[in-house]
């Protein structure tokens, strides 16, 4: 597998015609700020975000008028764990899909501007408790 690479991402993001591509984009700044650790590459043709050479936080571009971003434990099944727990001041922002899956719906620009801080604070929990 080639190494992970920022520029097949902004190419990827060049091409893309999204409505939301500036939020899209936003998010992804906030997301690479939030640990070093973090690297990214297009996984399931979105945004992937890779941490320990595991994908634990990829963009959903399916929705029309939103994106979503997944958290998740990788592509490859996992023992079963339930992260929710970890979550409990976050509950608004989340929505699970299974006790280690939830995804984070953003509408624009005010909504990603909104959450923010609680994005970076999610994101950094879920790399500490999802490996």
Do not use: C
Not at 66 to 86: E, I, T
């Amino acid at each position: 597998m080639p190494k992970p690479s920022s520029e097949h991402v902004e190419n990827f993001l060049k091409q893309l015609d999204h409505p939301l591509k500036p939020e899209m984009e936003e998010v992804r700044k906030i997301i690479l700020n939030t640990d070093e650790g973090l690297s990214e590459h297009i996984k399931w043709n979105a945004p992937s975000f890779l941490f320990q050479n595991d994908d634990r936080v990829t963009f959903n571009l399916h929705g029309k008028g939103f994106f979503r971003l997944v958290l998740h434990r990788g592509a490859k099944s996992k023992d079963p764990v339930d992260l929710r727990l970890f979550f409990e001041h976050a509950q608004e922002l989340l929505e699970w899909s299974a006790p280690d899956r939830a995804t984070i719906r953003f509408t624009g620009m005010n909504d990603v501007e909104s959450k923010r801080d609680v994005l970076q604070a999610v994101i950094r929990k879920w790399l500490e408790v999802s490996g």
